[in-house]
């Protein structure tokens, strides 16, 4: 009896886990349980990838990044920062050694450097108005440091006075007599991000982009719009000077000495110029631009300028796609962009000189890209809309992609999240629409199911 007894609980156990074993809809602590990758870099000699990983608690209501390592293959992965609170934008120091990056440890966001030989992160930064984001020199001898600043103040430090005595005034009442007074959740203060360059050794940062600019701009710019020449010796920025910012889209790409003086614009076209890279011999810029002003939907296409003859031409003008991201191959002689394609993305391979292309990659959505140092592979964030972004890398000359991280697996094992299926109709005029279509979990094909339609529009 006590046997019959024994094997009716293990068949009902056994029964209870093959029905809660199984893949369950996505619910809510699912969605806010899966970490984030975002900000991969490959270092210098090509082996490492750092990156960061953000994770939520719903508890605390809180968000906490801390950066990673990963081996090129994939092979070795381990956590570099476990401080409870924020460690982002990490960027490896030119000869490889050591990792800056920013955190807040310490009040202010400001930038710390941790060598990878062992031992705890220093502070190499105590900007007064604090650090937003930074640009190592190729040479490893300065920062460039983007920082919010009033455009009075010569220096932070004087920007950090006046905003402290105005911190001291009374009353809670702000007089607003231009735009733009707010962006999306914040208030300007009456404050631009500013650049200033720092020396690593010691030294007085020098205000490279005095004045009410936004360097880089508020709006429609890319995550490189603060880049180093690679001689070290100068910077090309993005910068909006129109009278008002808020009804433009009219940013331009400024070269300036990195020891400060005048800026000197390069670009005149009314419309948007962003995402400035220099090629690696440094003779040339390569960026993005939209031709129509006032237009933030138009078309982004890939611009070449050569510094010498002040040239330039236009890579993929015949490409009836906006280009998102691209990088330089190390020896200059080609480009990789991506741009979005029917709700995924086109990785192509572009002559710098020719301006033609080759299809290399696409069915797949990027979020991010770099490339490796010897210009073999590349190193790809993709997403699904069943798996938040991974890193991949992607070998250029077998054209063979590789997952290198597994960040969700075991959350995602247990949920049952359905793949984006594309659909078309016509609409009007005769137009084809495309659909991307998502069905429930455990959908049952005989049944009829309601149908919720996002339309994602935008300011135009």
């Known amino acids: 009896m006590k046997r019959l007894y024994v094997w009716v609980v293990f068949v009902f156990l056994m029964c209870l886990s093959a029905v809660y074993g199984q893949p369950r809809p996505i619910g809510f602590e699912d969605l806010f349980g899966m970490a984030r990758i975002s900000d991969a870099r ?10 960061r990983v953000k994770t939520y608690s719903i508890d605390k209501n809180k968000g906490f990044s801390d950066l990673h390592l990963i081996s090129i293959d994939g092979r070795i992965q381990r956590q570099l920062t476990f401080h409870p609170g924020n460690e982002v934008h990490p960027r490896w120091s030119p000869d490889g050694r050591s990792l800056a990056f920013l955190s807040s440890r310490d009040g202010s966001s ?30 490893g001898k300065y920062l460039a440091v983007i920082t919010d600043m009033y455009p009075d103040a010569a220096t932070p430090e004087a920007s950090a006075k006046m905003e402290q005595e105005n911190s001291q005034r009374r009353g809670s009442g702000r007089v607003i007599d231009a735009l733009l007074y707010r962006h999306w959740n914040a208030w300007r203060e009456g404050k631009y991000s500013s650049v200033v360059v720092v020396p690593v050794e010691g030294g007085p940062p020098v205000l490279l982009t005095p004045g009410a600019y936004d360097t880089p701009p508020i709006s429609l710019g890319s995550s490189h719009d603060v880049v180093w020449s690679p001689d070290s010796r100068q910077l090309c920025l993005v910068q909006n000077r129109d009278q008002i910012v808020a009804a433009s889209t009219n940013n331009d790409l400024w070269l300036v000495d990195r020891r400060g003086g005048q800026l000197r614009q390069i670009t005149e076209s009314r419309g948007n110029d962003a995402a400035p890279r220099f090629s690696p011999d440094g003779k040339k810029i390569a960026y993005l631009a939209m031709a129509r002003p006032g237009f933030e939907a138009d078309q982004k296409n890939l611009f070449i300028y050569d510094l010498a003859s002040g040239k330039r031409r236009n890579l993929t003008g015949t490409l009836d796609l906006s280009i998102s991201d691209f990088v330089w191959a190390p020896n200059g002689k080609k480009l990789y962009a991506f741009a979005p394609y029917q709700g995924r993305h086109r990785l192509f391979e572009i002559n710098a000189a020719s301006g033609k292309r080759r299809l290399l990659l696409e069915d797949r959505y990027i979020s991010s890209m770099q490339i490796t140092p010897n210009g073999k592979s590349l190193v790809l964030g993709i997403q699904r809309v069943d798996m938040p972004t991974e890193l ?11 997952q290198l991280t597994f960040t969700n697996k075991e959350r995602l094992a247990q949920l049952e999240m359905n793949p984006i299926e594309d659909y078309w109709f016509t609409g ?33």
């Open 110 to 139: 400001q930038v710390y450097l941790l060598p990878l030989s062992g031992g705890e992160a220093r502070k190499m930064t105590d900007i007064p108005t604090g650090v937003n984001s930074f640009v190592w020199s190729p040479d």
């Open 42 to 51: 490959v270092s210098p000699d090509g082996q490492w990838i750092v990156y």
């Open 392 to 402: 991949f890398r992607f070998d250029l000359g077998k054209q063979r992609l590789t």
């Open 428 to 460: 009007a005029n005769g137009d084809s629409v495309h659909l991307l279509m998502v069905k429930p979990p455990r959908f049952d094909p005989g049944k009829k199911y309601p149908l919720l339609n996002l339309i994602h529009g935008g300011p135009q």
